[in-house]
């Protein structure tokens, strides 16, 4: 038998969970609704699944020492992946810079994009290199 797992994957089995618990959501009530409460939902399948999460996690946004705005992750799960979630139907660069930024201002190197459309869930895996 031939071993099928990507060496190449940063966190394999934690975003198989995070993956998982946003299908699950789909699954359960369909497209349709509000960012907030796919929020709420997604808090409720991560308590589910025994992963620790921060939600809405405030973060300031410092130059030269001086604080010049702030931001709000949706999640940060185990301290290692940022999820951003968006209630709409295609990817846009904005999203996908944005979160890309909130990597590189936390040293993370994962974050997950994920979109509830009408057909179901679509997500995309940003990397910071």
């Excluded at 992963?51 to 290692?80: A, N």
């Excluded at 951003?84 to 190197?109: C, G, H, P, T, V």
Aim: glycine share 6%; net charge positive; hydrophobic share 40%.
């Amino acid at each position: 038998m031939t071993d099928l797992q990507r060496k190449d994957l940063i966190y394999p089995e934690l975003c198989y969970q995070i993956v998982g618990a946003l299908f699950e959501i789909f699954k359960q009530v369909g497209g349709g609704y509000k960012e907030k409460y796919y929020q709420n939902m997604v808090a409720v399948e991560l308590k589910n699944r025994n992963l620790l999460y921060k939600k809405e996690l405030f973060v300031p946004l410092i130059y030269k020492e001086e604080k010049i705005g702030s931001y709000f992750l949706d999640f940060l799960i185990e301290d290692k992946i940022i999820l951003e979630l968006k209630a709409k139907e295609d990817f846009s660069r904005k999203d996908i810079e944005q979160i890309l930024s909130y990597l590189k201002k936390n040293n993370l190197k994962l974050g997950i994009l994920a979109y509830f459309t009408k057909s179901g869930v679509k997500y995309k895996r940003i990397v910071n290199l």
